[in-house]
């Protein structure tokens, strides 16, 4: 069932949602050569307390930490480690809050010092086909607009889109109805309306599309081991066009 949200709700989510962008914010400027994947996810649950709410990832279906930290050939749902960050790496970050009753999502992919020309090139274009999938998400158009326009965003640069893992709806549950594939059909799908809440988040790849999970039954890697690059942010679905929730306010 998708939930819609009352103006005073898109509100409470736009709460949520800056923290998270705080906390995005200041990851980014931690990263750089020497520091570890523990340490930006102390820091991101300390900010996340300072400011009255709680991360969303941590305990949520046994999951240990508050934050999704994967390198280079990971994908999502990476462990934070005392592995140092060296340079030319590329780290994926997955963040999430709940406060006041709602959650907040958003996920950002950032380079550790000089990293190559063709990770940056990837970077550059996950973000961009997060932008392209947002500029598909209003009203009267199909859940297989925003679908369709990451995947061809992606796949004209050289890339390949994830298929096993997915964006979702969001409110006052982490993942809510409908799931947002990053691939598939313009004009198919679920009807969007203003109300709507979605968490869009190209996962994608420099070689293959096809992934797999590491032993610790969390971590997913890319099954060629080639780099992979995750942008995400909450969105809204309003009568004025689509409204980014995970913004500083």
Same mark, same amino acid.
């Given at each position: ?46 900010? /996340? ?59 950002? /992919? ?15 274009? /996950? ?70 809440? @979605? ?27 080639? @780099? ?5 942010? /909450? ?15």
């Amino acid at each position: 069932m998708i939930i819609l949200k009352s103006p005073g709700e898109l509100r409470q989510m736009g709460e949520s949602g800056a923290i998270v962008a705080e906390v995005l914010a200041g990851l980014r400027e931690k990263v750089k050569p020497g520091v570890t994947t523990l340490e930006l996810d102390a820091y991101a649950e300390a900010v /996340t307390r300072k400011r009255g709410a709680r991360p969303a990832f941590k305990g949520y279906g046994g999951f240990p930490f508050a934050l999704c930290a994967s390198v280079n050939s990971e994908v999502v749902h990476g462990f934070p480690s005392d592995r140092s960050l060296e340079e030319g790496d590329i780290v994926s970050l997955d963040y999430g809050v709940f406060y006041n009753g709602f959650y907040g999502d958003s996920a950002i /992919t950032v380079a550790v010092g000089t990293v190559s020309a063709s990770a940056l090139r990837l970077m550059e274009v /996950t973000r961009e086909s997060l932008y392209k999938g947002i500029e598909k998400a209003r009203e009267g158009n199909r859940l297989g607009d925003i679908s369709s326009a990451v995947q061809s965003h992606a796949e004209k640069a050289g890339f390949s889109v994830v298929r096993d893992y997915v964006g979702h709806g969001i409110g006052k549950d982490l993942h809510e109805d409908p799931p947002v594939p990053n691939f598939g059909a313009g004009g198919r799908g679920v009807k969007l309306k203003s109300g709507m809440v @979605l968490a869009i988040e190209p996962m994608i790849n420099e070689g293959a599309y096809r992934v797999r999970v590491k032993p610790d039954g969390w971590t997913v890697v890319t099954d060629d081991g080639s @780099l992979s690059a995750h942008f995400e942010h /909450t969105i809204a679905i309003t009568d004025d066009g689509p409204v980014i929730l995970s913004s500083r306010r």
